[in-house]
């Protein structure tokens, strides 16, 4: 099944404990993007890729890092968290190298204490 | 830079269409807009995408007007179902690729 994968899907843990939330496709897609969903903001844009080895901010990037080594995973770090990154998290990935048509995983609902 | 503004709202009845306006303004000519969908407790679901005058597809039709200051996103003869949170999206067809996300249109469609 073509799907976008995130883990995990819930987690609390507390300020400055580093943590990784993974994403990973099976679609062969390009273009992959990390939101963050947060009441009354509505989505916003953290970082994304148009392939392989090559990442760019987005409107939010403060407080996160990403990486993308191979073309199906596109890991979203923060290495110091705090309580206001607490918020849900959904990665996504589009066809080509553009945020065409994206496909969005089922979300990280992330608690930082 | 452009702004997105939504509707926070909207109610319909099963059966019948529902338009859902986008207000965008500033979009230079390859900007284009998207629609998603997003039931609760889970990601958002690609509806349609164009730039300018139509677009249809099996699900829904967008409408672009000359100006592409708004786009509408219409559902032909709703259901039930078609109860959830509807954005637009303007992507910023610059070499940055930048997004511009509407705040959502809630959609309750009762029976």
């Known amino acids: 099944e073509a799907q976008v994968t995130q883990n995990p899907r819930y987690l609390i843990t507390v300020t400055g404990k580093k943590l990784t939330v993974t994403c990973s496709q099976n679609?062969?897609?390009?273009?992959m993007s990390w939101y963050r969903q947060d009441p009354g903001l509505g989505l916003r844009q953290i970082y994304y890729?148009?392939?392989?080895?090559?990442?760019d901010k987005g409107d939010v990037p403060e407080g996160y890092k990403v990486s993308r080594k191979e073309k199906r995973n596109f890991p979203l770090i923060l290495e110091s968290p705090s309580p206001n990154q607490t918020s849900l998290y959904f990665c996504?990935?589009?066809?080509?190298?553009?945020?065409?048509?994206?496909?969005f995983g089922p979300g990280t609902r992330l608690t930082v204490t | 830079l452009a702004k997105t503004t939504q509707p926070i709202s909207m109610d319909s009845y099963e059966g019948q269409e529902v338009n859902i306006t986008c207000s965008h303004n500033?979009?230079?000519?390859?900007?284009?807009i998207t629609w998603y969908q997003q039931f609760p407790s889970q990601g958002p679901r690609f509806i349609i995408q164009?730039?300018?005058t139509k677009v249809t597809n099996e699900v829904a039709s967008l409408f672009i007007p000359a100006d592409r200051k708004s786009s509408t996103l219409s559902l032909p003869r709703v259901s039930l179902s078609d109860t959830a949170v509807y954005y637009c999206?303007?992507?910023?067809?610059?070499?940055?690729?930048?997004?511009?996300f509407g705040t959502g249109t809630r959609l309750l469609v009762s029976p």
């Open positions: 996504a990935s589009s066809p080509g190298t553009r945020p065409d048509e994206q496909y």
């Open positions: 679609m062969n897609h390009e273009y």
């Open positions: 890729s148009m392939n392989v080895e090559v990442t």
């Open positions: 500033n979009i230079a000519t390859n900007d284009y």
């Open positions: 164009g730039y300018k």
């Open positions: 999206l303007v992507v910023l067809n610059t070499g940055f690729q930048k997004l511009v």
